[in-house]
Protein backbone atom coordinates (compact mmCIF):
# COMPACT_ATOMS: atom_id res chain seq x y z
CA UNK A 1 0.00 0.00 0.00
CA UNK A 2 1.94 3.46 -0.80
CA UNK A 3 1.20 6.68 1.16
CA UNK A 4 -0.25 9.38 0.47
CA UNK A 5 2.26 11.72 2.32
CA UNK A 6 4.77 12.89 -0.47
CA UNK A 7 8.42 13.05 1.28
CA UNK A 8 9.35 13.23 4.96
CA UNK A 9 7.77 15.50 7.15
CA UNK A 10 9.48 18.63 8.01
CA UNK A 11 9.81 20.42 11.35
CA UNK A 12 10.93 22.86 13.20
CA UNK A 13 11.17 23.65 17.15
CA UNK A 14 11.78 27.86 17.36
CA UNK A 15 12.60 29.47 20.35
CA UNK A 16 12.27 33.30 20.96
CA UNK A 17 9.98 34.38 18.28
CA UNK A 18 8.97 37.62 17.89
CA UNK A 19 7.40 38.92 15.32
CA UNK A 20 8.33 36.87 12.04
CA UNK A 21 8.49 32.52 11.85
CA UNK A 22 9.37 30.61 8.99
CA UNK A 23 7.54 27.53 7.48
CA UNK A 24 10.15 24.76 6.72
CA UNK A 25 10.85 24.19 3.25
CA UNK A 26 9.64 20.84 2.02
CA UNK A 27 10.73 18.89 -1.12
CA UNK A 28 8.38 16.94 -2.90
CA UNK A 29 8.65 13.64 -4.93
CA UNK A 30 5.73 13.92 -7.20
CA UNK A 31 4.53 16.35 -9.47
CA UNK A 32 0.90 18.53 -8.24
CA UNK A 33 1.19 17.47 -4.10
CA UNK A 34 -0.66 20.12 -1.64
CA UNK A 35 1.85 21.67 0.54
CA UNK A 36 0.51 22.21 3.90
CA UNK A 37 2.31 24.43 6.18
CA UNK A 38 1.17 24.63 9.98
CA UNK A 39 3.03 27.23 12.97
CA UNK A 40 1.73 27.76 16.55
CA UNK A 41 3.05 30.39 18.69
CA UNK A 42 3.08 28.59 22.09
CA UNK A 43 1.77 31.12 24.92
CA UNK A 44 -0.01 33.76 22.93
CA UNK A 45 -3.74 34.45 24.16
CA UNK A 46 -3.87 37.21 21.47
CA UNK A 47 -3.54 38.08 17.74
CA UNK A 48 -3.40 36.91 14.44
CA UNK A 49 -0.99 36.19 11.86
CA UNK A 50 -0.30 36.48 7.79
CA UNK A 51 1.26 34.42 5.48
CA UNK A 52 4.10 34.82 2.46
CA UNK A 53 3.91 33.05 -0.55
CA UNK A 54 1.42 30.35 0.89
CA UNK A 55 -2.53 30.86 1.42
CA UNK A 56 -3.56 31.46 4.24
CA UNK A 57 -6.27 28.74 5.62
CA UNK A 58 -6.49 29.25 9.14
CA UNK A 59 -6.03 31.64 11.47
CA UNK A 60 -7.05 31.09 15.01
CA UNK A 61 -6.42 31.68 18.53
CA UNK A 62 -7.28 30.27 21.75
CA UNK A 63 -6.72 31.14 25.44
CA UNK A 64 -7.33 27.91 26.74
CA UNK A 65 -4.72 26.64 28.78
CA UNK A 66 -1.29 28.42 27.75
CA UNK A 67 -2.99 29.49 24.86
CA UNK A 68 -2.24 29.83 21.34
CA UNK A 69 -2.10 31.50 17.73
CA UNK A 70 -2.46 28.46 14.85
CA UNK A 71 -1.09 29.63 11.72
CA UNK A 72 -2.56 26.80 8.60
CA UNK A 73 -1.47 27.22 5.11
CA UNK A 74 -1.14 25.82 1.75
CA UNK A 75 0.55 25.85 -1.63
CA UNK A 76 -0.19 23.76 -4.52
CA UNK A 77 3.28 22.45 -6.01
CA UNK A 78 3.04 21.47 -9.45
CA UNK A 79 6.49 20.64 -10.31
CA UNK A 80 7.99 17.88 -7.66
CA UNK A 81 10.72 20.10 -5.98
CA UNK A 82 11.17 22.11 -3.10
CA UNK A 83 8.61 24.47 -1.89
CA UNK A 84 10.47 26.95 -0.17
CA UNK A 85 9.89 28.55 2.77
CA UNK A 86 7.05 30.71 4.22
CA UNK A 87 7.77 33.68 6.16
CA UNK A 88 4.49 33.96 9.02
CA UNK A 89 4.23 37.48 10.74
CA UNK A 90 2.71 38.10 14.17
CA UNK A 91 0.74 41.17 15.09
CA UNK A 92 1.55 39.86 18.50
CA UNK A 93 5.40 40.26 18.94
CA UNK A 94 6.24 38.63 22.45
CA UNK A 95 9.06 36.11 22.22
CA UNK A 96 7.52 33.08 22.50
CA UNK A 97 8.21 29.01 20.96
CA UNK A 98 6.80 28.12 18.51
CA UNK A 99 6.10 24.69 16.77
CA UNK A 100 6.28 24.65 12.67
CA UNK A 101 4.94 21.51 10.47
CA UNK A 102 5.56 21.36 6.90
CA UNK A 103 4.07 18.12 5.22
CA UNK A 104 2.79 17.52 1.08
CA UNK A 105 0.25 15.12 0.02
CA UNK A 106 0.49 13.17 -2.99
CA UNK A 107 -2.63 14.01 -5.76
CA UNK A 108 -5.05 11.72 -5.42
CA UNK A 109 -6.42 11.99 -9.06
CA UNK A 110 -5.51 10.68 -12.02
CA UNK A 111 -6.12 12.79 -15.35
CA UNK A 112 -6.82 11.27 -18.72
CA UNK A 113 -7.92 11.69 -22.24
CA UNK A 114 -12.04 11.41 -22.31
CA UNK A 115 -11.39 9.98 -25.71
CA UNK A 116 -9.74 6.77 -24.09
CA UNK A 117 -12.96 5.76 -22.56
CA UNK A 118 -15.25 3.65 -24.94
CA UNK A 119 -18.26 2.55 -23.82
CA UNK A 120 -19.97 -0.82 -25.38
CA UNK A 121 -23.13 -2.60 -24.88
CA UNK A 122 -26.60 -1.13 -23.87
CA UNK A 123 -27.27 1.05 -20.89
CA UNK A 124 -30.81 -0.25 -19.18
CA UNK A 125 -32.36 1.93 -16.42
CA UNK A 126 -32.95 -1.37 -13.20
CA UNK A 127 -34.89 -0.09 -10.44
CA UNK A 128 -33.56 3.29 -10.51
CA UNK A 129 -35.40 5.91 -8.33
CA UNK A 130 -35.64 9.64 -10.20
Not at 106 to 124: A, C, H, M, W, Y
Request: charged share 15%; glycine share 10%; no cysteine.
Amino acid sequence: MSTVIDGTIAKSDLSAQTSTSVIPAFTTGTNGSQVIGMVAKIGAESGSSTVTTFTERVDGVTTTGTGHVLEVSDKAQATAGSSGTATVTWSLTTSLRALAVTIAFKPVFNTFDSRDIQITGTLERKGIVS
